[in-house]
């Protein structure tokens, strides 16, 4: 496992395991908040992740992970669901959610705006269209986002068809 990070190797690690259990791995974080390092497992599938779901991967990754020891230091383990504004992340997230409400930060203002919220309308190779209710669309480069959620505004909110 040389060569990789820690989050690579966890999800080397437990992606058996979720498959085996038929979720979709949606994101690992490894992160240190305060003086706690936390390993967060994201899951979801098909009509919601329920307690029943992060229970059993809590259980069947616990001890493939303490066996074969890819963080040095203590950590806290969460799996949980990604929740309903979920942060689309890769190439499959922005792909799966063609058509459904998002948020959207950039980086750097656009016509002094940062955060836009409407129907992502496209993704092509990295760019992001994201049709806003005065029927306006701004493209972006995914690399140029602080952030893309999916919204949980009602989509009837907007008054033409996208």
């Given at each position: 496992m040389a060569g990789k990070?820690?989050?690579?190797?966890?999800?080397?690690?437990i992606k058996p395991f979720v498959d085996e259990l038929s979720?979709?791995?949606?994101?690992?974080i490894f992160k240190k908040e305060g003086t706690d390092w936390y390993l967060r497992i994201f899951i979801d599938k098909e009509g919601g992740v329920s307690v029943d779901d992060c229970v059993n991967l809590t259980h069947k990754i616990t001890k493939p992970l303490d066996e074969a020891d890819p963080i040095s230091q203590s950590y806290m383990l969460e799996v949980s669901s990604?929740?309903?504004?979920?942060?689309?992340?890769?190439?499959?997230?922005?792909n799966k959610y063609v058509g459904y409400?998002?948020?959207?930060?950039?980086?750097?203002?656009?016509?002094?705006?940062?955060?836009?919220?409407g129907i992502m309308t496209e993704y092509k190779?990295?760019?992001?269209?994201?049709?806003?209710?005065?029927?306006?669309?701004?493209?972006?480069?995914?690399?140029?986002?602080?952030f893309v959620?999916?919204?949980?505004?009602?989509?009837?909110?907007?008054?033409?068809?996208i």
């Open positions: 990070t820690t989050v690579d190797k966890v999800i080397e690690i979720l979709e791995l949606w994101d690992v990604p929740g309903i504004e979920r942060e689309l992340k890769n190439d499959e997230h922005f409400p998002v948020m959207m930060r950039t980086i750097r203002p656009i016509d002094n705006v940062r955060d836009f919220n190779d990295g760019m992001i269209t994201v049709k806003l209710k005065d029927e306006k669309e701004v493209t972006v480069n995914k690399k140029e986002t602080s959620k999916l919204d949980d505004f009602d989509i009837n909110d907007f008054n033409k068809e």
